[in-house]
């Protein structure tokens, strides 16, 4: 069978079809020569490095950017002038890895967006019935109105809705759905109601791509799994010939090294960092935090963490009740484009604003050291950029948040906030920041760490437990196992 | 018998020197004839900025505060027809002065600024007979005051070929605008025998002649004492010779006994009165100069005398 | 080539380049008569707008919603106060510039205090302010025109080689601007702010402090302009900083500092403030009348900035 | 402020009710600040509570709230115009003139000037202009032409308009009537209708709207035509009411319509905007700035600040709600 032959038959059964898809940035060659498909009834698990390449592949699928070369082919027929509106038509819905809903809109309104045939009269209803039946499916106990403004939404609550909003059908076909991290910003519980949908959808006979950093997400779902590196197609292969190791050497990550446990928690010492008590907590209970301490904060997501790691940050300004803080803190923010990124500045000013005391000589900032600075975590944590002058906005979604972490770390703080600090971050670097986290904790700098991955708490020396805005538990890491954690988030409060 | 009546003066604009010895002006005579009882109130009411639309709402809103007379100096001569028309229906008397309004039902205390633009042309021709190029500041724009001026200066202009404005440039009766405009003329303008103006804004001409070191013209005066000093600072110099005029800010303190008048029941007060100008010539301007305030303006007070024997004038 | 290519990035550049092409259209209409005089006028009268300019523009750069409105009524009370306490005598000079730089400075300590204490947007809480500044300056200055001492206004009116001096001074001071915008904690704290106030917060950035700050510096730098026009115009005087509500703004938009905030631009300051004054010089050398010379402004405005295009998006 | 962008994360719905509850008393603050102007009103003049009071103290504020809601709609789409009072004043020349001499050609002149508005929000849209250059370019037009169409104020409304605005319905006085009816269209337009929610979502998040296939070309266009109609009807209303023309007439209209939209509770960013709160902050606007300033019978030197004063207690009277709310 000559290639051709062979294209065109699959092409005829595929929902979509890539072929040498290539897509340039300036200098930077975001993807080059990429061939993909997805089949109908299958899902496609993407992984691969911060920046190989993923979401850009993923916009060209959802036609919002155009390839500089190849072909896009859909149900068989080859599209020239592909669009948004087109793969709407042909039943190809994206949700973005950067969250796509207006704030200052309601959830039905959000979903008429959508939804061109969404209009006319009684359309607010239609909207509404339309979503809240569809997160009703997903996320059984969603607790969001169809009616609540997305801008007073949580960050976890705007991920259901876009992934909800993505599967609501109404005039338009719907063969595929493109999942871009959509579980990123959910916790366990709610990641795990959203990917048993997905295998309903998919047994259902439509197809879906999965794409996430947290390997067992996709080992579990997917039927296919594709991995990227640097821009190209490395592997392609059924998921279960695939295993965590095999895919983390595909990616190009050294090794799965896990040196997590081997250190025996501390003694008890060090003198007190931080010492805070929620505003809500009704008992004694509070959370103390030593010098050298990862302290992490776990729960389901929204239940006070990031409450909690605000007030301790305000407290080191301006005296607050209830919070005691001894040393200067610095941030790692979750939800980077609303609380980290500064989207005018280059990727080496981003990292360089917490300290720019320290980069001064005489009066004025040292360009010079700021760029060292720079340099010197790009190095550290393998930011992917030919030139950190760069914008921001030019990093994949991974590696600015890799820049954030740069600017806490190379702060004068000795607290680090961690506010869910690893979404969207890249199986090889979460191993390079555990261990530089532990690293940095082994000198004297504390860790205060939400997270919504159970499998971040391991690095833990102490775990507060959060529900409705209190601690309801306390465990030491040794205490520490993923059902104790499911039990008091579920369990009734103290 | 007016001793019950109650009279609101509207005014739009209260930031430059003619403006303050309007409302001066006004006090002084006000207080005075309340204290004598012969009016049972006169307040005075300020807007910002000389706008059409705030000036009024606040004709409407002094109709609902029941005054019985309103002298108002506004800020358009018909956009607040309408507001006047209400006040009018209301049985209000309406008297306007400096910025008249067009109204039938209002009463009008008129200076004949087309006149007075003419003059400034007839005043040149004396100081300068041989004629020559004129530089044109007007006033500010869209409005009926700048309009009547230049009208006047042209028909002067007109009448004495010998002068030509080679340029022309907006001051909007400012200082600061005025001495700006000038300046950034000044450099491509041929030379220029004399400035005619609208009043207020010869000063900051002098200034922008000084600033660039082109030689003085001749320029009209508006009466202000910053303006009237520099002449007497030039005359002293070398016998430096101009005129000036400008509509007197007590023209507000007529206005007031006009519609006193009115209120008392005079029925044969014409709604257009005419009242001349202020203007100083070479031989009477030192006179006057001391008793101008330091950056004021020149002013003449009506008293109800004044007043009477002015209305009598303009009943033919 | 290079060098074109280079400059045409910048955003100032076009507004020097508008300023250019209104002075050559100016002297090609004269025959070249004057054209020295015009650059010299220019920069004096440019000068005003510059300094209080850059104090918009920090302000502005803020972000969106940040603007200080009160500009001009602080220019003319500040005008008012300096004439005031100089009385004429040269002496009092460096007393007289204190107390309008004092002033100028408590105006926008109150404009912050308002924002930040009442929670009021900063457009209407500066609107407001300037309204009561106005009542305060006619009860203070009662609309008289009152002097500068002489030394004073000949030293606003000194030139050098047909350079103005004060023009001299105000382009070290907007070199000082650029300097303490891009190189010192000041300056990134203020585009910090203006990009993601939260972010900032977040980041360590005293907002509080800074925004405090970038009032006050803009009332201050009202409060020299005001003093120095009143040197320059031969008297302080209510109307003095009117025109200064648009053109401050003006000069620092089309100067190429973007109104969303967290990006600013000091040369194109200079540039948009001698191109206003030269394209007041052609219009007025031209002898078109009020409307027409309205008219052209506003289309030559809109021209050059659709010229010069907007930013490009960040992905 | 930014303030309220810094929306900190909701988490159990009864915070969440909380938020919604602040969220509603925000959306009732314009109210409160109107009510309250109206209190003070009735304490010091009882008099103008009344249909002939009213009818007085409100007119002028129909076409403020219509230039309001004109700019409201530009700042809907996160732009600014600095250019809407000089529009009014240049759609006041021509209604008095050539609407009033030769319709056919004062109409097809208001529609171009629509047009001219729609076309204006297309070159900002596609050359990724600042608004507030080019609408500060604009105003200079506007004004220009304005004095190009009437040298000299003058001019007289068309009759129909004069007998429009001096409409004298029985029991609610007319200005009322036309405040309600303009905020309830305008809501039902941006607020309720498909379209509306699209129109708005490009204020919110525009690549959000590019990325689900919506033309943000279309949607600038449509907001900037909506603001020249508008600002066409509020030049109209004004004359109506004045009953003729000066080029100037408008000017003042720029900074009260942009208040007007922030007291109404609208932000500069992010498409959070509110046609009923716009009117009523128009409405606020203009009762404090005339009618309660008049009633207070203040020193004249020191009239021109109380207009400051009252706005600024206006809006501090919010702060101890939103200080609760915090
Ligand atoms: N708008 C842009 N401008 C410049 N470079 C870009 C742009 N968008 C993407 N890139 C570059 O293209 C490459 C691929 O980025 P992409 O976002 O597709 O990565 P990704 O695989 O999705 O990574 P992540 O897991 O971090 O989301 C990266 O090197 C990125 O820096
Ligand atoms: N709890 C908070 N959550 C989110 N943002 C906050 C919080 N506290 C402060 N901010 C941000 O910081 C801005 C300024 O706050 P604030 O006036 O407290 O500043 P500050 O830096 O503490 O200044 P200073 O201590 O000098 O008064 C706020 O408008 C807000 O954007
Ligand atoms: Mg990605
Ligand atoms: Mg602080």
Redesign the interface.
């Known amino acids: 069978m000559s290639g051709a032959e062979k294209n065109f038959r699959a092409a005829n059964v595929d929902i979509i079809r890539l072929d040498g898809a290539e897509k340039h940035f300036g200098a930077v060659r975001a993807l080059g020569g990429v061939d993909f498909h997805v089949g109908p009834g299958e899902c496609v698990g993407l992984v691969g490095h911060n920046g190989a390449g993923k979401s850009t592949l993923m916009h060209m699928v959802a036609g919002t950017l155009a390839p500089d070369s190849g072909k896009i082919g859909v149900h068989g027929g080859i599209e020239d002038n592909y669009s948004v509106s087109r793969a709407q038509k042909l039943g190809i819905r994206c949700v973005f890895q950067e969250l796509s809903l207006c704030p200052n809109l309601s959830v039905a309104e959000n979903t008429r967006i959508n939804h061109a045939s969404l209009s006319g009269l009684g359309w607010r209803r239609r909207a509404a019935t339309l979503i809240t039946a569809k997160l009703d499916e997903i996320f059984p106990d969603h607790g969001i109105s169809a009616w609540d403004i997305v801008g007073d939404l949580s960050i976890g609550r705007r991920q259901m809705v876009e992934v909800a909003r993505a599967f609501t059908v109404t005039q338009d076909r719907l063969d595929l759905v493109i999942l871009d991290e959509p579980t990123s910003s959910l916790d366990a519980h709610t990641a795990g109601q959203l990917l048993a949908f997905v295998r309903r959808f998919v047994a259902a006979g439509k197809s879906c791509i999965l794409i996430s950093h947290v390997l067992g997400e996709v080992l579990r779902n997917a039927d296919r799994i594709v991995v990227m590196r640097d821009g190209k197609v490395v592997v392609a292969d059924a998921a279960n010939a695939f295993d965590r190791d095999r895919l983390v050497t595909a990616m190009g990550g050294a090794e799965a090294h896990r040196g997590t446990m081997t250190e025996t928690a501390k003694a008890e010492a060090g003198p007190l960092r931080v010492r805070a008590r929620p505003a809500r907590q009704a008992d004694g209970k509070e959370l103390v935090a030593r010098a050298g301490e990862i302290i992490g904060l776990a729960g389901l997501a929204g239940h006070g963490q990031t409450d909690l790691l605000l007030a301790i940050f305000a407290a080191a300004q301006r005296i607050r009740p209830g919070i005691e803080v001894t040393a200067p803190v610095a941030l790692v923010a979750g939800d980077r484009q609303s609380d980290g990124i500064f989207p005018q500045w280059s990727i080496a000013e981003n990292i360089g604003i917490r300290s720019l005391a320290r980069l001064r000589n005489g009066l004025l900032i040292s360009p010079q050291r700021e760029a060292e600075l720079a340099a010197f975590w790009q190095q550290k944590i393998g930011i992917r950029t030919p030139d950190m002058n760069n914008n921001i906005f030019s990093l994949s979604g991974g590696n600015q948040q890799k820049a954030l972490f740069a600017r806490a770390l190379g702060s004068d703080a000795e607290i680090v906030l961690m506010d869910d600090p690893m979404r969207g971050v890249d199986i090889g670097t979460k191993l390079e920041v555990y261990d530089l986290v532990r690293e940095e904790a082994r000198n004297g700098r504390t860790f205060l760490w939400y997270t919504t991955e159970t499998e971040e708490l391991d690095n833990c020396d102490h775990i507060y437990v959060f529900k409705n805005g209190r601690i309801v538990a306390n465990l030491t890491r040794d205490e520490l196992t993923e059902e104790k954690i499911i039990q008091s988030s579920f369990g009734d409060a103290a | 018998d007016t001793s019950g009546k109650k009279i609101a003066f509207s ?1 739009n604009y ?4 003619w ?2 010895a309007m ?1 001066d002006s006004y006090g002084i005579v006000t207080k005075k004839a309340v204290a004598d009882k012969i009016v049972g109130a006169a ?12 000036q ?3 004709v ?7 005054y019985d007379a309103i002298v108002i100096n506004a ?9 006047i ?2 006040a009018c229906d209301a049985g209000i008397v309406v008297v306007s002065f400096d910025g008249t309004v ?1 109204e039938p039902c209002a009463y009008r205390v008129v200076v004949d600024f087309k006149d007075m633009g003419k003059q400034e042309v007839e005043q040149m021709a004396k100081f300068q007979p041989k004629g020559g190029n004129l530089l044109e500041i ?1 006033g ?5 005051i ?2 009547a001026i230049h009208a006047g200066i042209l028909e002067g202009v007109a009448a004495h070929p010998e002068f030509k404005i080679v ?4 001051g909007d009766w ?4 005025a ?3 000038v ?7 041929p030379d220029v025998v004399g400035i005619v103006d609208q009043g207020g804004d010869g ?2 001409a002098a ?1 922008a002649f000084a ?2 070191g082109k030689p003085r013209p001749t320029i009209i005066m508006g009466n ?3 303006e009237l000093k520099w002449w007497k600072e030039q005359k002293d110099k070398d016998g430096y010779k101009t005129w000036s005029a400008s509509i007197a800010p007590g023209v507000s303190s007529l206005a007031f006994w006009v519609a006193q008048q009115v209120l008392d029941g005079r029925k044969d007060i014409p709604h257009d009165l005419l009242v001349p100008y202020l203007a100083f010539t070479q031989d009477d301007f030192e006179a006057a100069l001391p008793k101008i ?4 303006v020149a002013t003449h007070e009506y008293t109800q005398e004044d007043a009477l024997a002015a209305i009598k004038a303009n009943i033919k | 080539m290079i060098l074109v290519k280079s400059l045409a990035g910048k955003p100032w550049v076009w507004s020097f380049l508008g300023a250019l092409l209104v002075w050559l259209a100016t002297i090609a209409f004269t025959g070249g008569y004057g054209a020295g005089g015009m650059v010299t006028a220019a920069l004096s009268l440019a000068v005003f707008t510059v300094i209080v300019g850059v104090g918009q523009m920090f302000v502005i750069t803020l972000g969106p919603g940040n603007v200080d409105l009160s500009l001009p009524a602080n220019i003319g009370l500040a005008s008012a106060v300096a004439m005031k306490v100089m009385a004429g005598s040269d002496s009092m000079i460096v007393v007289g510039l204190l107390a309008a730089l004092a002033c100028g400075a408590a105006i926008g300590a109150v404009n912050y205090l308002l924002i930040w204490a009442l929670r009021i947007p900063p457009i209407i809480a500066t609107l407001s302010a300037s309204f009561i500044i106005q009542s305060i300056d006619i009860s203070y200055g009662r609309g008289l025109q009152i002097k500068p001492p002489p030394g004073f206004a000949d030293f606003t009116n000194w030139q050098i080689l047909g350079v103005p001096v004060l023009a001299l001074l105000t382009v070290l001071f907007t070199i000082g601007a650029a300097i303490a915008l891009q190189r010192m904690i000041y300056g990134r704290s203020v585009l910090a702010i203006g990009q993601n106030i939260r972010a900032a917060w977040l980041a360590g950035v005293n907002v509080g402090r800074i925004r405090f700050l970038t009032y006050t510096l803009s009332g201050a730098l009202g409060g020299i302009d005001g003093a120095l026009l009143a040197g320059y115009f031969r008297g302080a005087n209510v109307d003095i900083g009117n025109e200064y509500l648009l053109a401050s703004i003006a000069v620092v938009v089309i100067g190429g500092t973007s109104v969303a905030g967290g990006k600013a631009n000091v040369p194109g300051v200079w540039g948009a403030a001698l191109f206003l004054v030269l394209l007041l010089t052609m219009l007025n050398t031209f002898g078109v009348s009020a409307g027409v010379r309205l008219l052209l402004t506003g289309l030559i405005i809109v021209g050059v900035i659709t010229a010069a295009g907007g930013e490009k998006a960040v992905r | 402020m930014t303030a309220a962008s810094l929306d900190t994360t909701a988490k159990t719905s009864a915070e969440r009710g909380a938020l919604a509850r602040a969220r509603l008393l925000r959306g009732l603050l314009p109210a409160l600040s109107l009510a309250l102007v109206l209190a003070a009103i009735a304490w010091l003049n009882p008099r103008a509570i009344s249909y002939f009071g009213f009818s007085l103290m409100l007119n002028l504020a129909i076409p403020i709230a219509l230039a309001t809601i004109a700019q409201m709609f530009v700042i809907a789409g996160n732009e600014l115009d600095l250019s809407i009072g000089t529009f009014v004043g240049f759609v006041g020349c021509v209604t008095a003139t050539w609407l009033k001499d030769a319709p056919l050609i004062g109409v097809a002149i208001l529609l171009g000037s629509i047009g001219i508005y729609a076309l204006l929000g297309a070159l900002i849209h596609l050359r990724n202009l600042p608004s507030i250059v080019v609408t500060l370019g604009m105003s200079f037009v506007w004004q220009g032409l304005a004095i190009l169409v009437l040298p000299k104020p003058g001019g007289k409304a068309p009759d129909w308009l004069l007998a429009t605005m001096s409409f004298k319905p029985p029991f609610i006085p007319f200005p009322i009537i036309a405040a309600l009816l303009i905020g309830l269209v305008v809501h039902f337009g941006l607020m309720r209708t498909s379209y509306g929610v699209i129109l708005r979502g490009s204020g919110g998040n525009p690549a959000a709207l590019k990325r689900a296939g919506w033309s943000l070309l279309r949607t600038k266009i449509v907001l900037f035509a909506l603001a020249g109609l508008f600002g066409v009807l509020s030049g109209m209303a004004l004359i109506g009411i004045t009953t003729s023309a000066d080029a100037n007439i408008g000017n003042g209209y720029t900074l009260l319509a942009i208040a007007g939209v922030i007291l109404g509770g609208g932000e500069f960013v992010g498409g959070r905007v509110s046609p009923i709160g716009a009117v009523i902050g128009a409405l606020t606007l203009a009762l404090a700035a005339s009618p309660l300033l008049t009633f207070m019978h203040i020193p004249p030197d020191w009239q021109v600040a109380a207009n400051g004063a009252i706005l600024i207690i206006v809006l501090a009277a919010r702060v101890l709600i939103s200080r609760k709310e915090r």
């Open positions: 005014n209260a930031g430059n020197s403006r303050q409302l307040d005075i009411f300020t807007t910002a900025d000389k706008e059409v639309p705030t009024a709402a606040q409407q809103n002094l109709i609902l505060q029941g800020a358009s001569p018909d956009a607040l027809n309408g507001a028309k209400q067009t007007r500010l724009a869209g409005t009926s700048d309009d340029g022309s440039v907006t400012d200082q600061t605008t001495q700006k405009a300046a950034t003329i000044l450099p491509s303008l000063y900051g200034q600033a660039a202000r004492q910053d305030k330091e950056g004021g």
